[in-house]
């Protein structure tokens, strides 16, 4: 071989290795430590302005179990406080804090053990879930559903669950990243958001758009809320499809042991909602 070529060769090695290091490195394992001065970031996220009216979504199966219309899930304000419900709210990168919860529930359906569930509905529109630990699912009705996670590019996971209150457990480490979608394969009106992260520091507001998160170790941060699109702007074989997400960042300084107060403001940008139903008509019309 010649010294010009073998020259070539160490290159092509030596970038190589370069890529996979840095692969590596930005996809390093969380690791847990004792975090015995962590801090707590809390606050609300709220809604300004008028508050948009939803079209219904058809329903095309289990018309018994389900009925025909089933209220739009993508936006879901308290009327009192105009608190957000279902924001996801999390830290954008850690790499070292406390220890991750030995699995995480995606729950579906209601029954007479799971009064607090919704029917025909993944109970929650936002899940996340830290990504090497188990997700448990649930499946509460005596119908079939079929949670079906994927990104733009592949499905992650995809399963029948035809009997009611058996549980199924599974580590999702294909699935990374925000914007997730979920959805029920056999009810095109069943569509959720999922998350999932390497660490789990995460919280998803409640009823009046509150958050906390607690434990973080000192340091540097930038604290993410993200709520996806509300507005229908197409239909895919009468499932439908949202607009972007709403996105807001915001630096987090935290102190041994600190306190902070955070607020976020939606939507981020104005957002006209059209009036449309799946399968065409003018059915229910907006009151």
Not at 21 to 31: D, F, N, Q, R, S
Not at 59 to 81: K, N, Q, Y
Request: proline share 9%; net charge neutral.
């Amino acid at each position: 071989m010649s010294p010009r070529r073998h020259r070539g060769y160490r290159l092509l090695l030596f970038c190589c290795l370069a890529w996979v290091l840095t692969a590596t490195h930005g996809h390093a394992e969380y690791e847990v430590i004792d975090v015995s001065d962590g801090g707590t970031v809390k606050g609300q996220a709220v809604w300004k302005g008028s508050i948009p009216k939803l079209p219904p979504l058809k329903v095309f199966a289990d018309l018994d179990a389900c009925g025909t219309h089933m209220p739009s899930p993508a936006l879901r304000i308290d009327p009192a406080t105009n608190g957000l419900q279902e924001v996801l709210v999390y830290l954008e990168r850690v790499e070292r804090g406390k220890a991750v919860a030995a699995a995480y529930p995606l729950r579906m359906g209601k029954s007479a053990t799971h009064p607090g569930g919704k029917v025909c509905q993944f109970e929650q529109q936002m899940i996340p879930f830290v990504r090497t630990a188990e997700v448990a699912m649930i499946n509460f009705e005596p119908i079939l559903h079929n949670p079906h996670l994927f990104n733009d590019k592949q499905s992650l996971f995809n399963i029948a669950m035809p009997t009611a209150n058996r549980e199924i457990t599974a580590t999702l480490n294909r699935a990374r990243g925000v914007g997730l979608r979920l959805q029920c394969d056999v009810h095109v009106h069943m569509n959720a958001w999922a998350a999932a992260l390497d660490h789990p520091y995460f919280a998803v507001t409640d009823a009046q758009g509150r958050f906390e998160i607690a434990g973080i170790p000192p340091g540097s941060y930038t604290l993410v809320a993200w709520h996806p699109g509300f507005n229908i702007v197409k239909f895919s074989a009468s499932r439908p499809v949202y607009d972007e997400p709403h996105v807001i960042r915001q630096p987090l300084e935290m102190s041994p042991k600190a306190q902070v107060e955070s607020r976020f403001e939606f939507p981020v940008r104005p957002v006209d909602v059209d009036w449309k139903i799946a399968g065409g008509g003018d059915e229910l019309p907006p009151e």
